[in-house]
């Protein structure tokens, strides 16, 4: 059984652009999470969707933006990129919104602002 | 008051001794209590989770959780140098299923 697969793995992207970033959930797995991690700040929820829906948001401004398709697979873009925004860009999934299931992460993507 | 707290670390601990991580959860809604392991330069790998109270063992890993203290911990026997990582606690309320609040972190390091 496939894992959490994010595309792409490492990018370089210069300020004021805007990037793309991909998330493929486990096979079955219908919740899709988006979390950033920088070393000074840890890890940082961004947003959460269910069933195309986005059903959580964590605190980030609104150059943060995802959605999720009717296969599950997720996209979160980040507009006007800053130097700040420099971070492992992880995705995670879980079956379902209930307790007692498990939350897997992928290999994340590392995004350099230069 | 932050949602979840560990032991700040390092954990310094000889190969083939218990290491204990430690950590605490504010909010007495939260439902889900999950481990992770994160080497240097890699992503969270899930090794625990638990979510009834007492303690579940997987191999050379314990979870244990406490509801009414507010507490879960790990612990991992005979540890190996392979163990060296940081290890992060992290819980799911029921208020907000499918989001994961996560402690900053304990760093273990085995030494052989």
């Known amino acids: 059984k496939a894992g959490v697969t994010q595309t792409p793995r490492y990018l370089i992207k210069t300020r004021g652009q805007q990037v793309t970033l991909s998330c493929s959930p486990i096979s079955g797995h219908r919740s899709v999470s988006w979390y950033q991690q920088t070393p000074g700040q840890g890890l940082q929820f961004l947003f959460e969707?269910?069933?195309?829906?986005?059903?959580n948001k964590g605190n980030f401004p609104g150059r943060f933006s995802g959605r999720q398709f009717s296969n599950s697979r997720s996209e979160m873009n980040v507009s006007t990129l800053e130097l700040g925004d420099s971070a492992l860009y992880l995705c995670?999934?879980?079956?379902?919104?209930?307790?007692?299931?498990?939350?897997?992460f992928g290999e994340g993507s590392w995004l350099t602002v230069v | 008051q932050k949602e979840v707290e560990q032991n700040s670390g390092p954990l310094s601990v000889p190969e083939g001794a218990i290491a204990s991580l430690n950590c605490t959860y504010s909010d007495r809604g939260s439902q889900s209590f999950f481990w992770y392991r994160q080497y240097s330069g890699k992503s969270p790998e899930l090794i625990m989770f638990?979510?009834?109270?007492g303690d579940k063992e997987d191999g050379r890993f314990t979870a244990q959780l406490n509801k009414a203290s507010q507490y879960v911990s790990l612990l991992i026997r005979d540890s190996q140098p392979s163990d060296s990582a940081t290890y992060l606690c992290?819980?799911?309320?029921?208020?907000?299923?499918?989001?994961?609040?996560f402690g900053r972190g304990t760093q273990l390091t085995v030494w052989p």
């Open positions: 995670a999934s879980s079956p379902e919104l209930a307790p007692g299931n498990t939350i897997y």
């Open positions: 992290a819980v799911i309320k029921s208020s907000t299923l499918g989001r994961l609040y």
């Open positions: 969707y269910f069933s195309e829906t986005q059903r």
């Open positions: 638990i979510y009834s109270n």
